[in-house]
């Protein structure tokens, strides 16, 4: 099969973010990493495009996304003081949706910088 | 920024001529660092690259990083504070006492050494990572090296700057400080925003108890947080947003299974001297991204009946 080569992607690994890498894949996974370090290689090599989860569990059965978040959101709406965190291996733009989610349930946002 | 004294990887790139990392491990932590952005690089002011450099490792034990170092300061465990006050006192040619110095390890020659060449310098930086911030003293020293960097610049030109770890941890602080006007750890329980680590970060909220509800994203603190804190994680409703089925999943009462950020997700990422950098994901994942389930859960929210604090009890008289 034809590989796909993506050039200048970014690996957002760890903090450097580097975004000189030529990534060579097919429609599943990222078979050629080029320029990346050891950790890139493997952070890049150990994610794929393939459906090795369940959508979405609900107390640990299996579950379709649309339940799950009428679930996520029933949680959060009954909570006196729900908590958002982590926020680290995600883009910006789901930051700003989590800070205006946290916002409206009216609970406490936060990072890994806070560890 | 905060108020921190600091730059971008390309004036390092570019200008730095000193160059000391403290409490950290880039051979290993960040491999790249040293080739892309601070030593081998040349730059334009920094013609012959590593030739042109200088760089001094300080932590508390010999790492593969210090076979890239010039000079390597062996600290004794938790004296950084007492180390960093000592070179503020000398960069300013205050006196030292011989027992304070004792404590840290190292000797007078060496700090004396190790002061006056950041001062000679002409474009110097301080990196620091998790071994000066994570450890005694915490936020302390980090305020301590911020500090000297600060008082450097009455000498001459230089920088500090955090060795961040994960991916985007740089961006959830710039993106809180634009929403919030603050960087971690905001209370919005109240309809505006409230800073105070301590209290509303996440370890001591949940050490305490305080929270009724969790949603993690981006993050498995089954993984790395303290086990109390994920006790009761485990106790109230947590939901879970990530690419894989994670320690935190197994203990959650609800996983949702999301694209890969970079690999299979778009978006923007934050590099830890605050440049944002676009993503490229080379593949298409069939699960949704973070971003449009967040969106969604948010939709479903909105739909509920706006939360009303119940009627105060009338007045007895």
Redesign the interface.
């Known amino acids: 099969m034809e590989l796909t080569i993506t050039k200048n992607a970014t690996c957002t690994f760890c903090g450097c973010v580097c975004d000189d890498i030529e990534l060579h894949s097919d429609a599943e996974r990222i078979v050629e990493t080029k320029r990346a370090c050891i950790l890139g290689e493997s952070w890049f090599r150990n994610h794929t495009a393939e459906r090795l989860y369940p959508d979405a569990l609900i107390d640990g059965k299996p579950a379709t996304v649309d339940e799950a978040v009428e679930a996520a959101a029933e949680y959060l709406y009954n909570a006196h003081l729900p908590l958002v965190y982590g926020l680290s291996n995600v883009t910006c733009e789901t930051q700003r949706e989590a800070v205006a989610l946290t916002e409206m349930i009216g609970g406490v946002v936060d990072s890994h910088t806070s560890l | 920024m905060g108020g921190k004294v600091t730059c971008t990887l390309g004036e390092v790139k570019n200008r730095a001529d000193l160059i000391v990392y403290w409490g950290g491990n880039p051979a290993e ?5 040293f080739t ?2 601070t030593l081998t690089q040349k730059g334009k002011f920094i013609p012959k690259g590593r030739k042109d450099r200088t760089m001094i490792l300080v932590d508390i034990r010999e790492t593969p990083s210090a076979k890239a170092a010039d000079i390597f300061l062996q600290v004794r465990p938790n004296k950084d504070f007492e180390m960093l006050s000592i070179l503020r006192a000398l960069i300013k040619g205050q006196r030292v006492h011989a027992e304070r110095v004792a404590e840290t390890g190292l000797t007078l020659e060496q700090l004396t050494d190790f002061a006056e060449r950041m001062k000679k310098a002409r474009f110097g930086v301080l990196f620091f990572g998790m071994g000066l911030s ?1 450890t005694r003293g915490k936020h302390m020293n980090s305020a301590a090296l911020l500090s000297l960097a600060a008082e450097l610049n009455a000498f001459t030109k230089f920088v500090a700057m955090p ?14 400080r634009w ?2 006007g603050y ?9 505006y925003p409230r800073f105070n ?1 301590g209290e ?4 001591d ?2 050490l305490r108890g ?10 498995d ?1 089954g993984a ?2 303290p086990q109390p804190a994920i006790d009761h994680l485990a106790r ?2 947590t ?1 879970v947003l990530d ?3 994670t320690h935190t ?2 203990l ?6 999301t694209a ?13 001297d605050e440049i ?16 449009e ?6 939709k ?3 739909k ?1 009946p706006m ?1 009303l604090p119940p009627e105060e009890p009338a007045a007895k008289g």
């Open positions: 932590c960040h491999p790249r660092h892309k952005y994570m060795m961040r770890g994960h991916g985007n941890v740089t961006g959830g602080d710039v993106i809180m929403t919030t960087p971690f750890g905001v209370n919005l329980s109240r309809g680590p509303f970060s996440t370890v909220l949940l305080d929270n009724d509800a969790a949603l993690i994203l981006g993050a603190p790395t947080m109230i409703p939901i690419p894989k089925v999943s197994r959650s009462r609800v996983h949702i299974t890969a950020t970079g690999i299979s997700a778009p978006g923007t990422v934050y590099r830890m944002p950098l676009p993503l490229r994901p080379p593949l298409k994942s069939p699960y949704p991204t973070d971003e389930v967040v969106r969604r859960i948010y479903a929210v909105a509920k939360w």
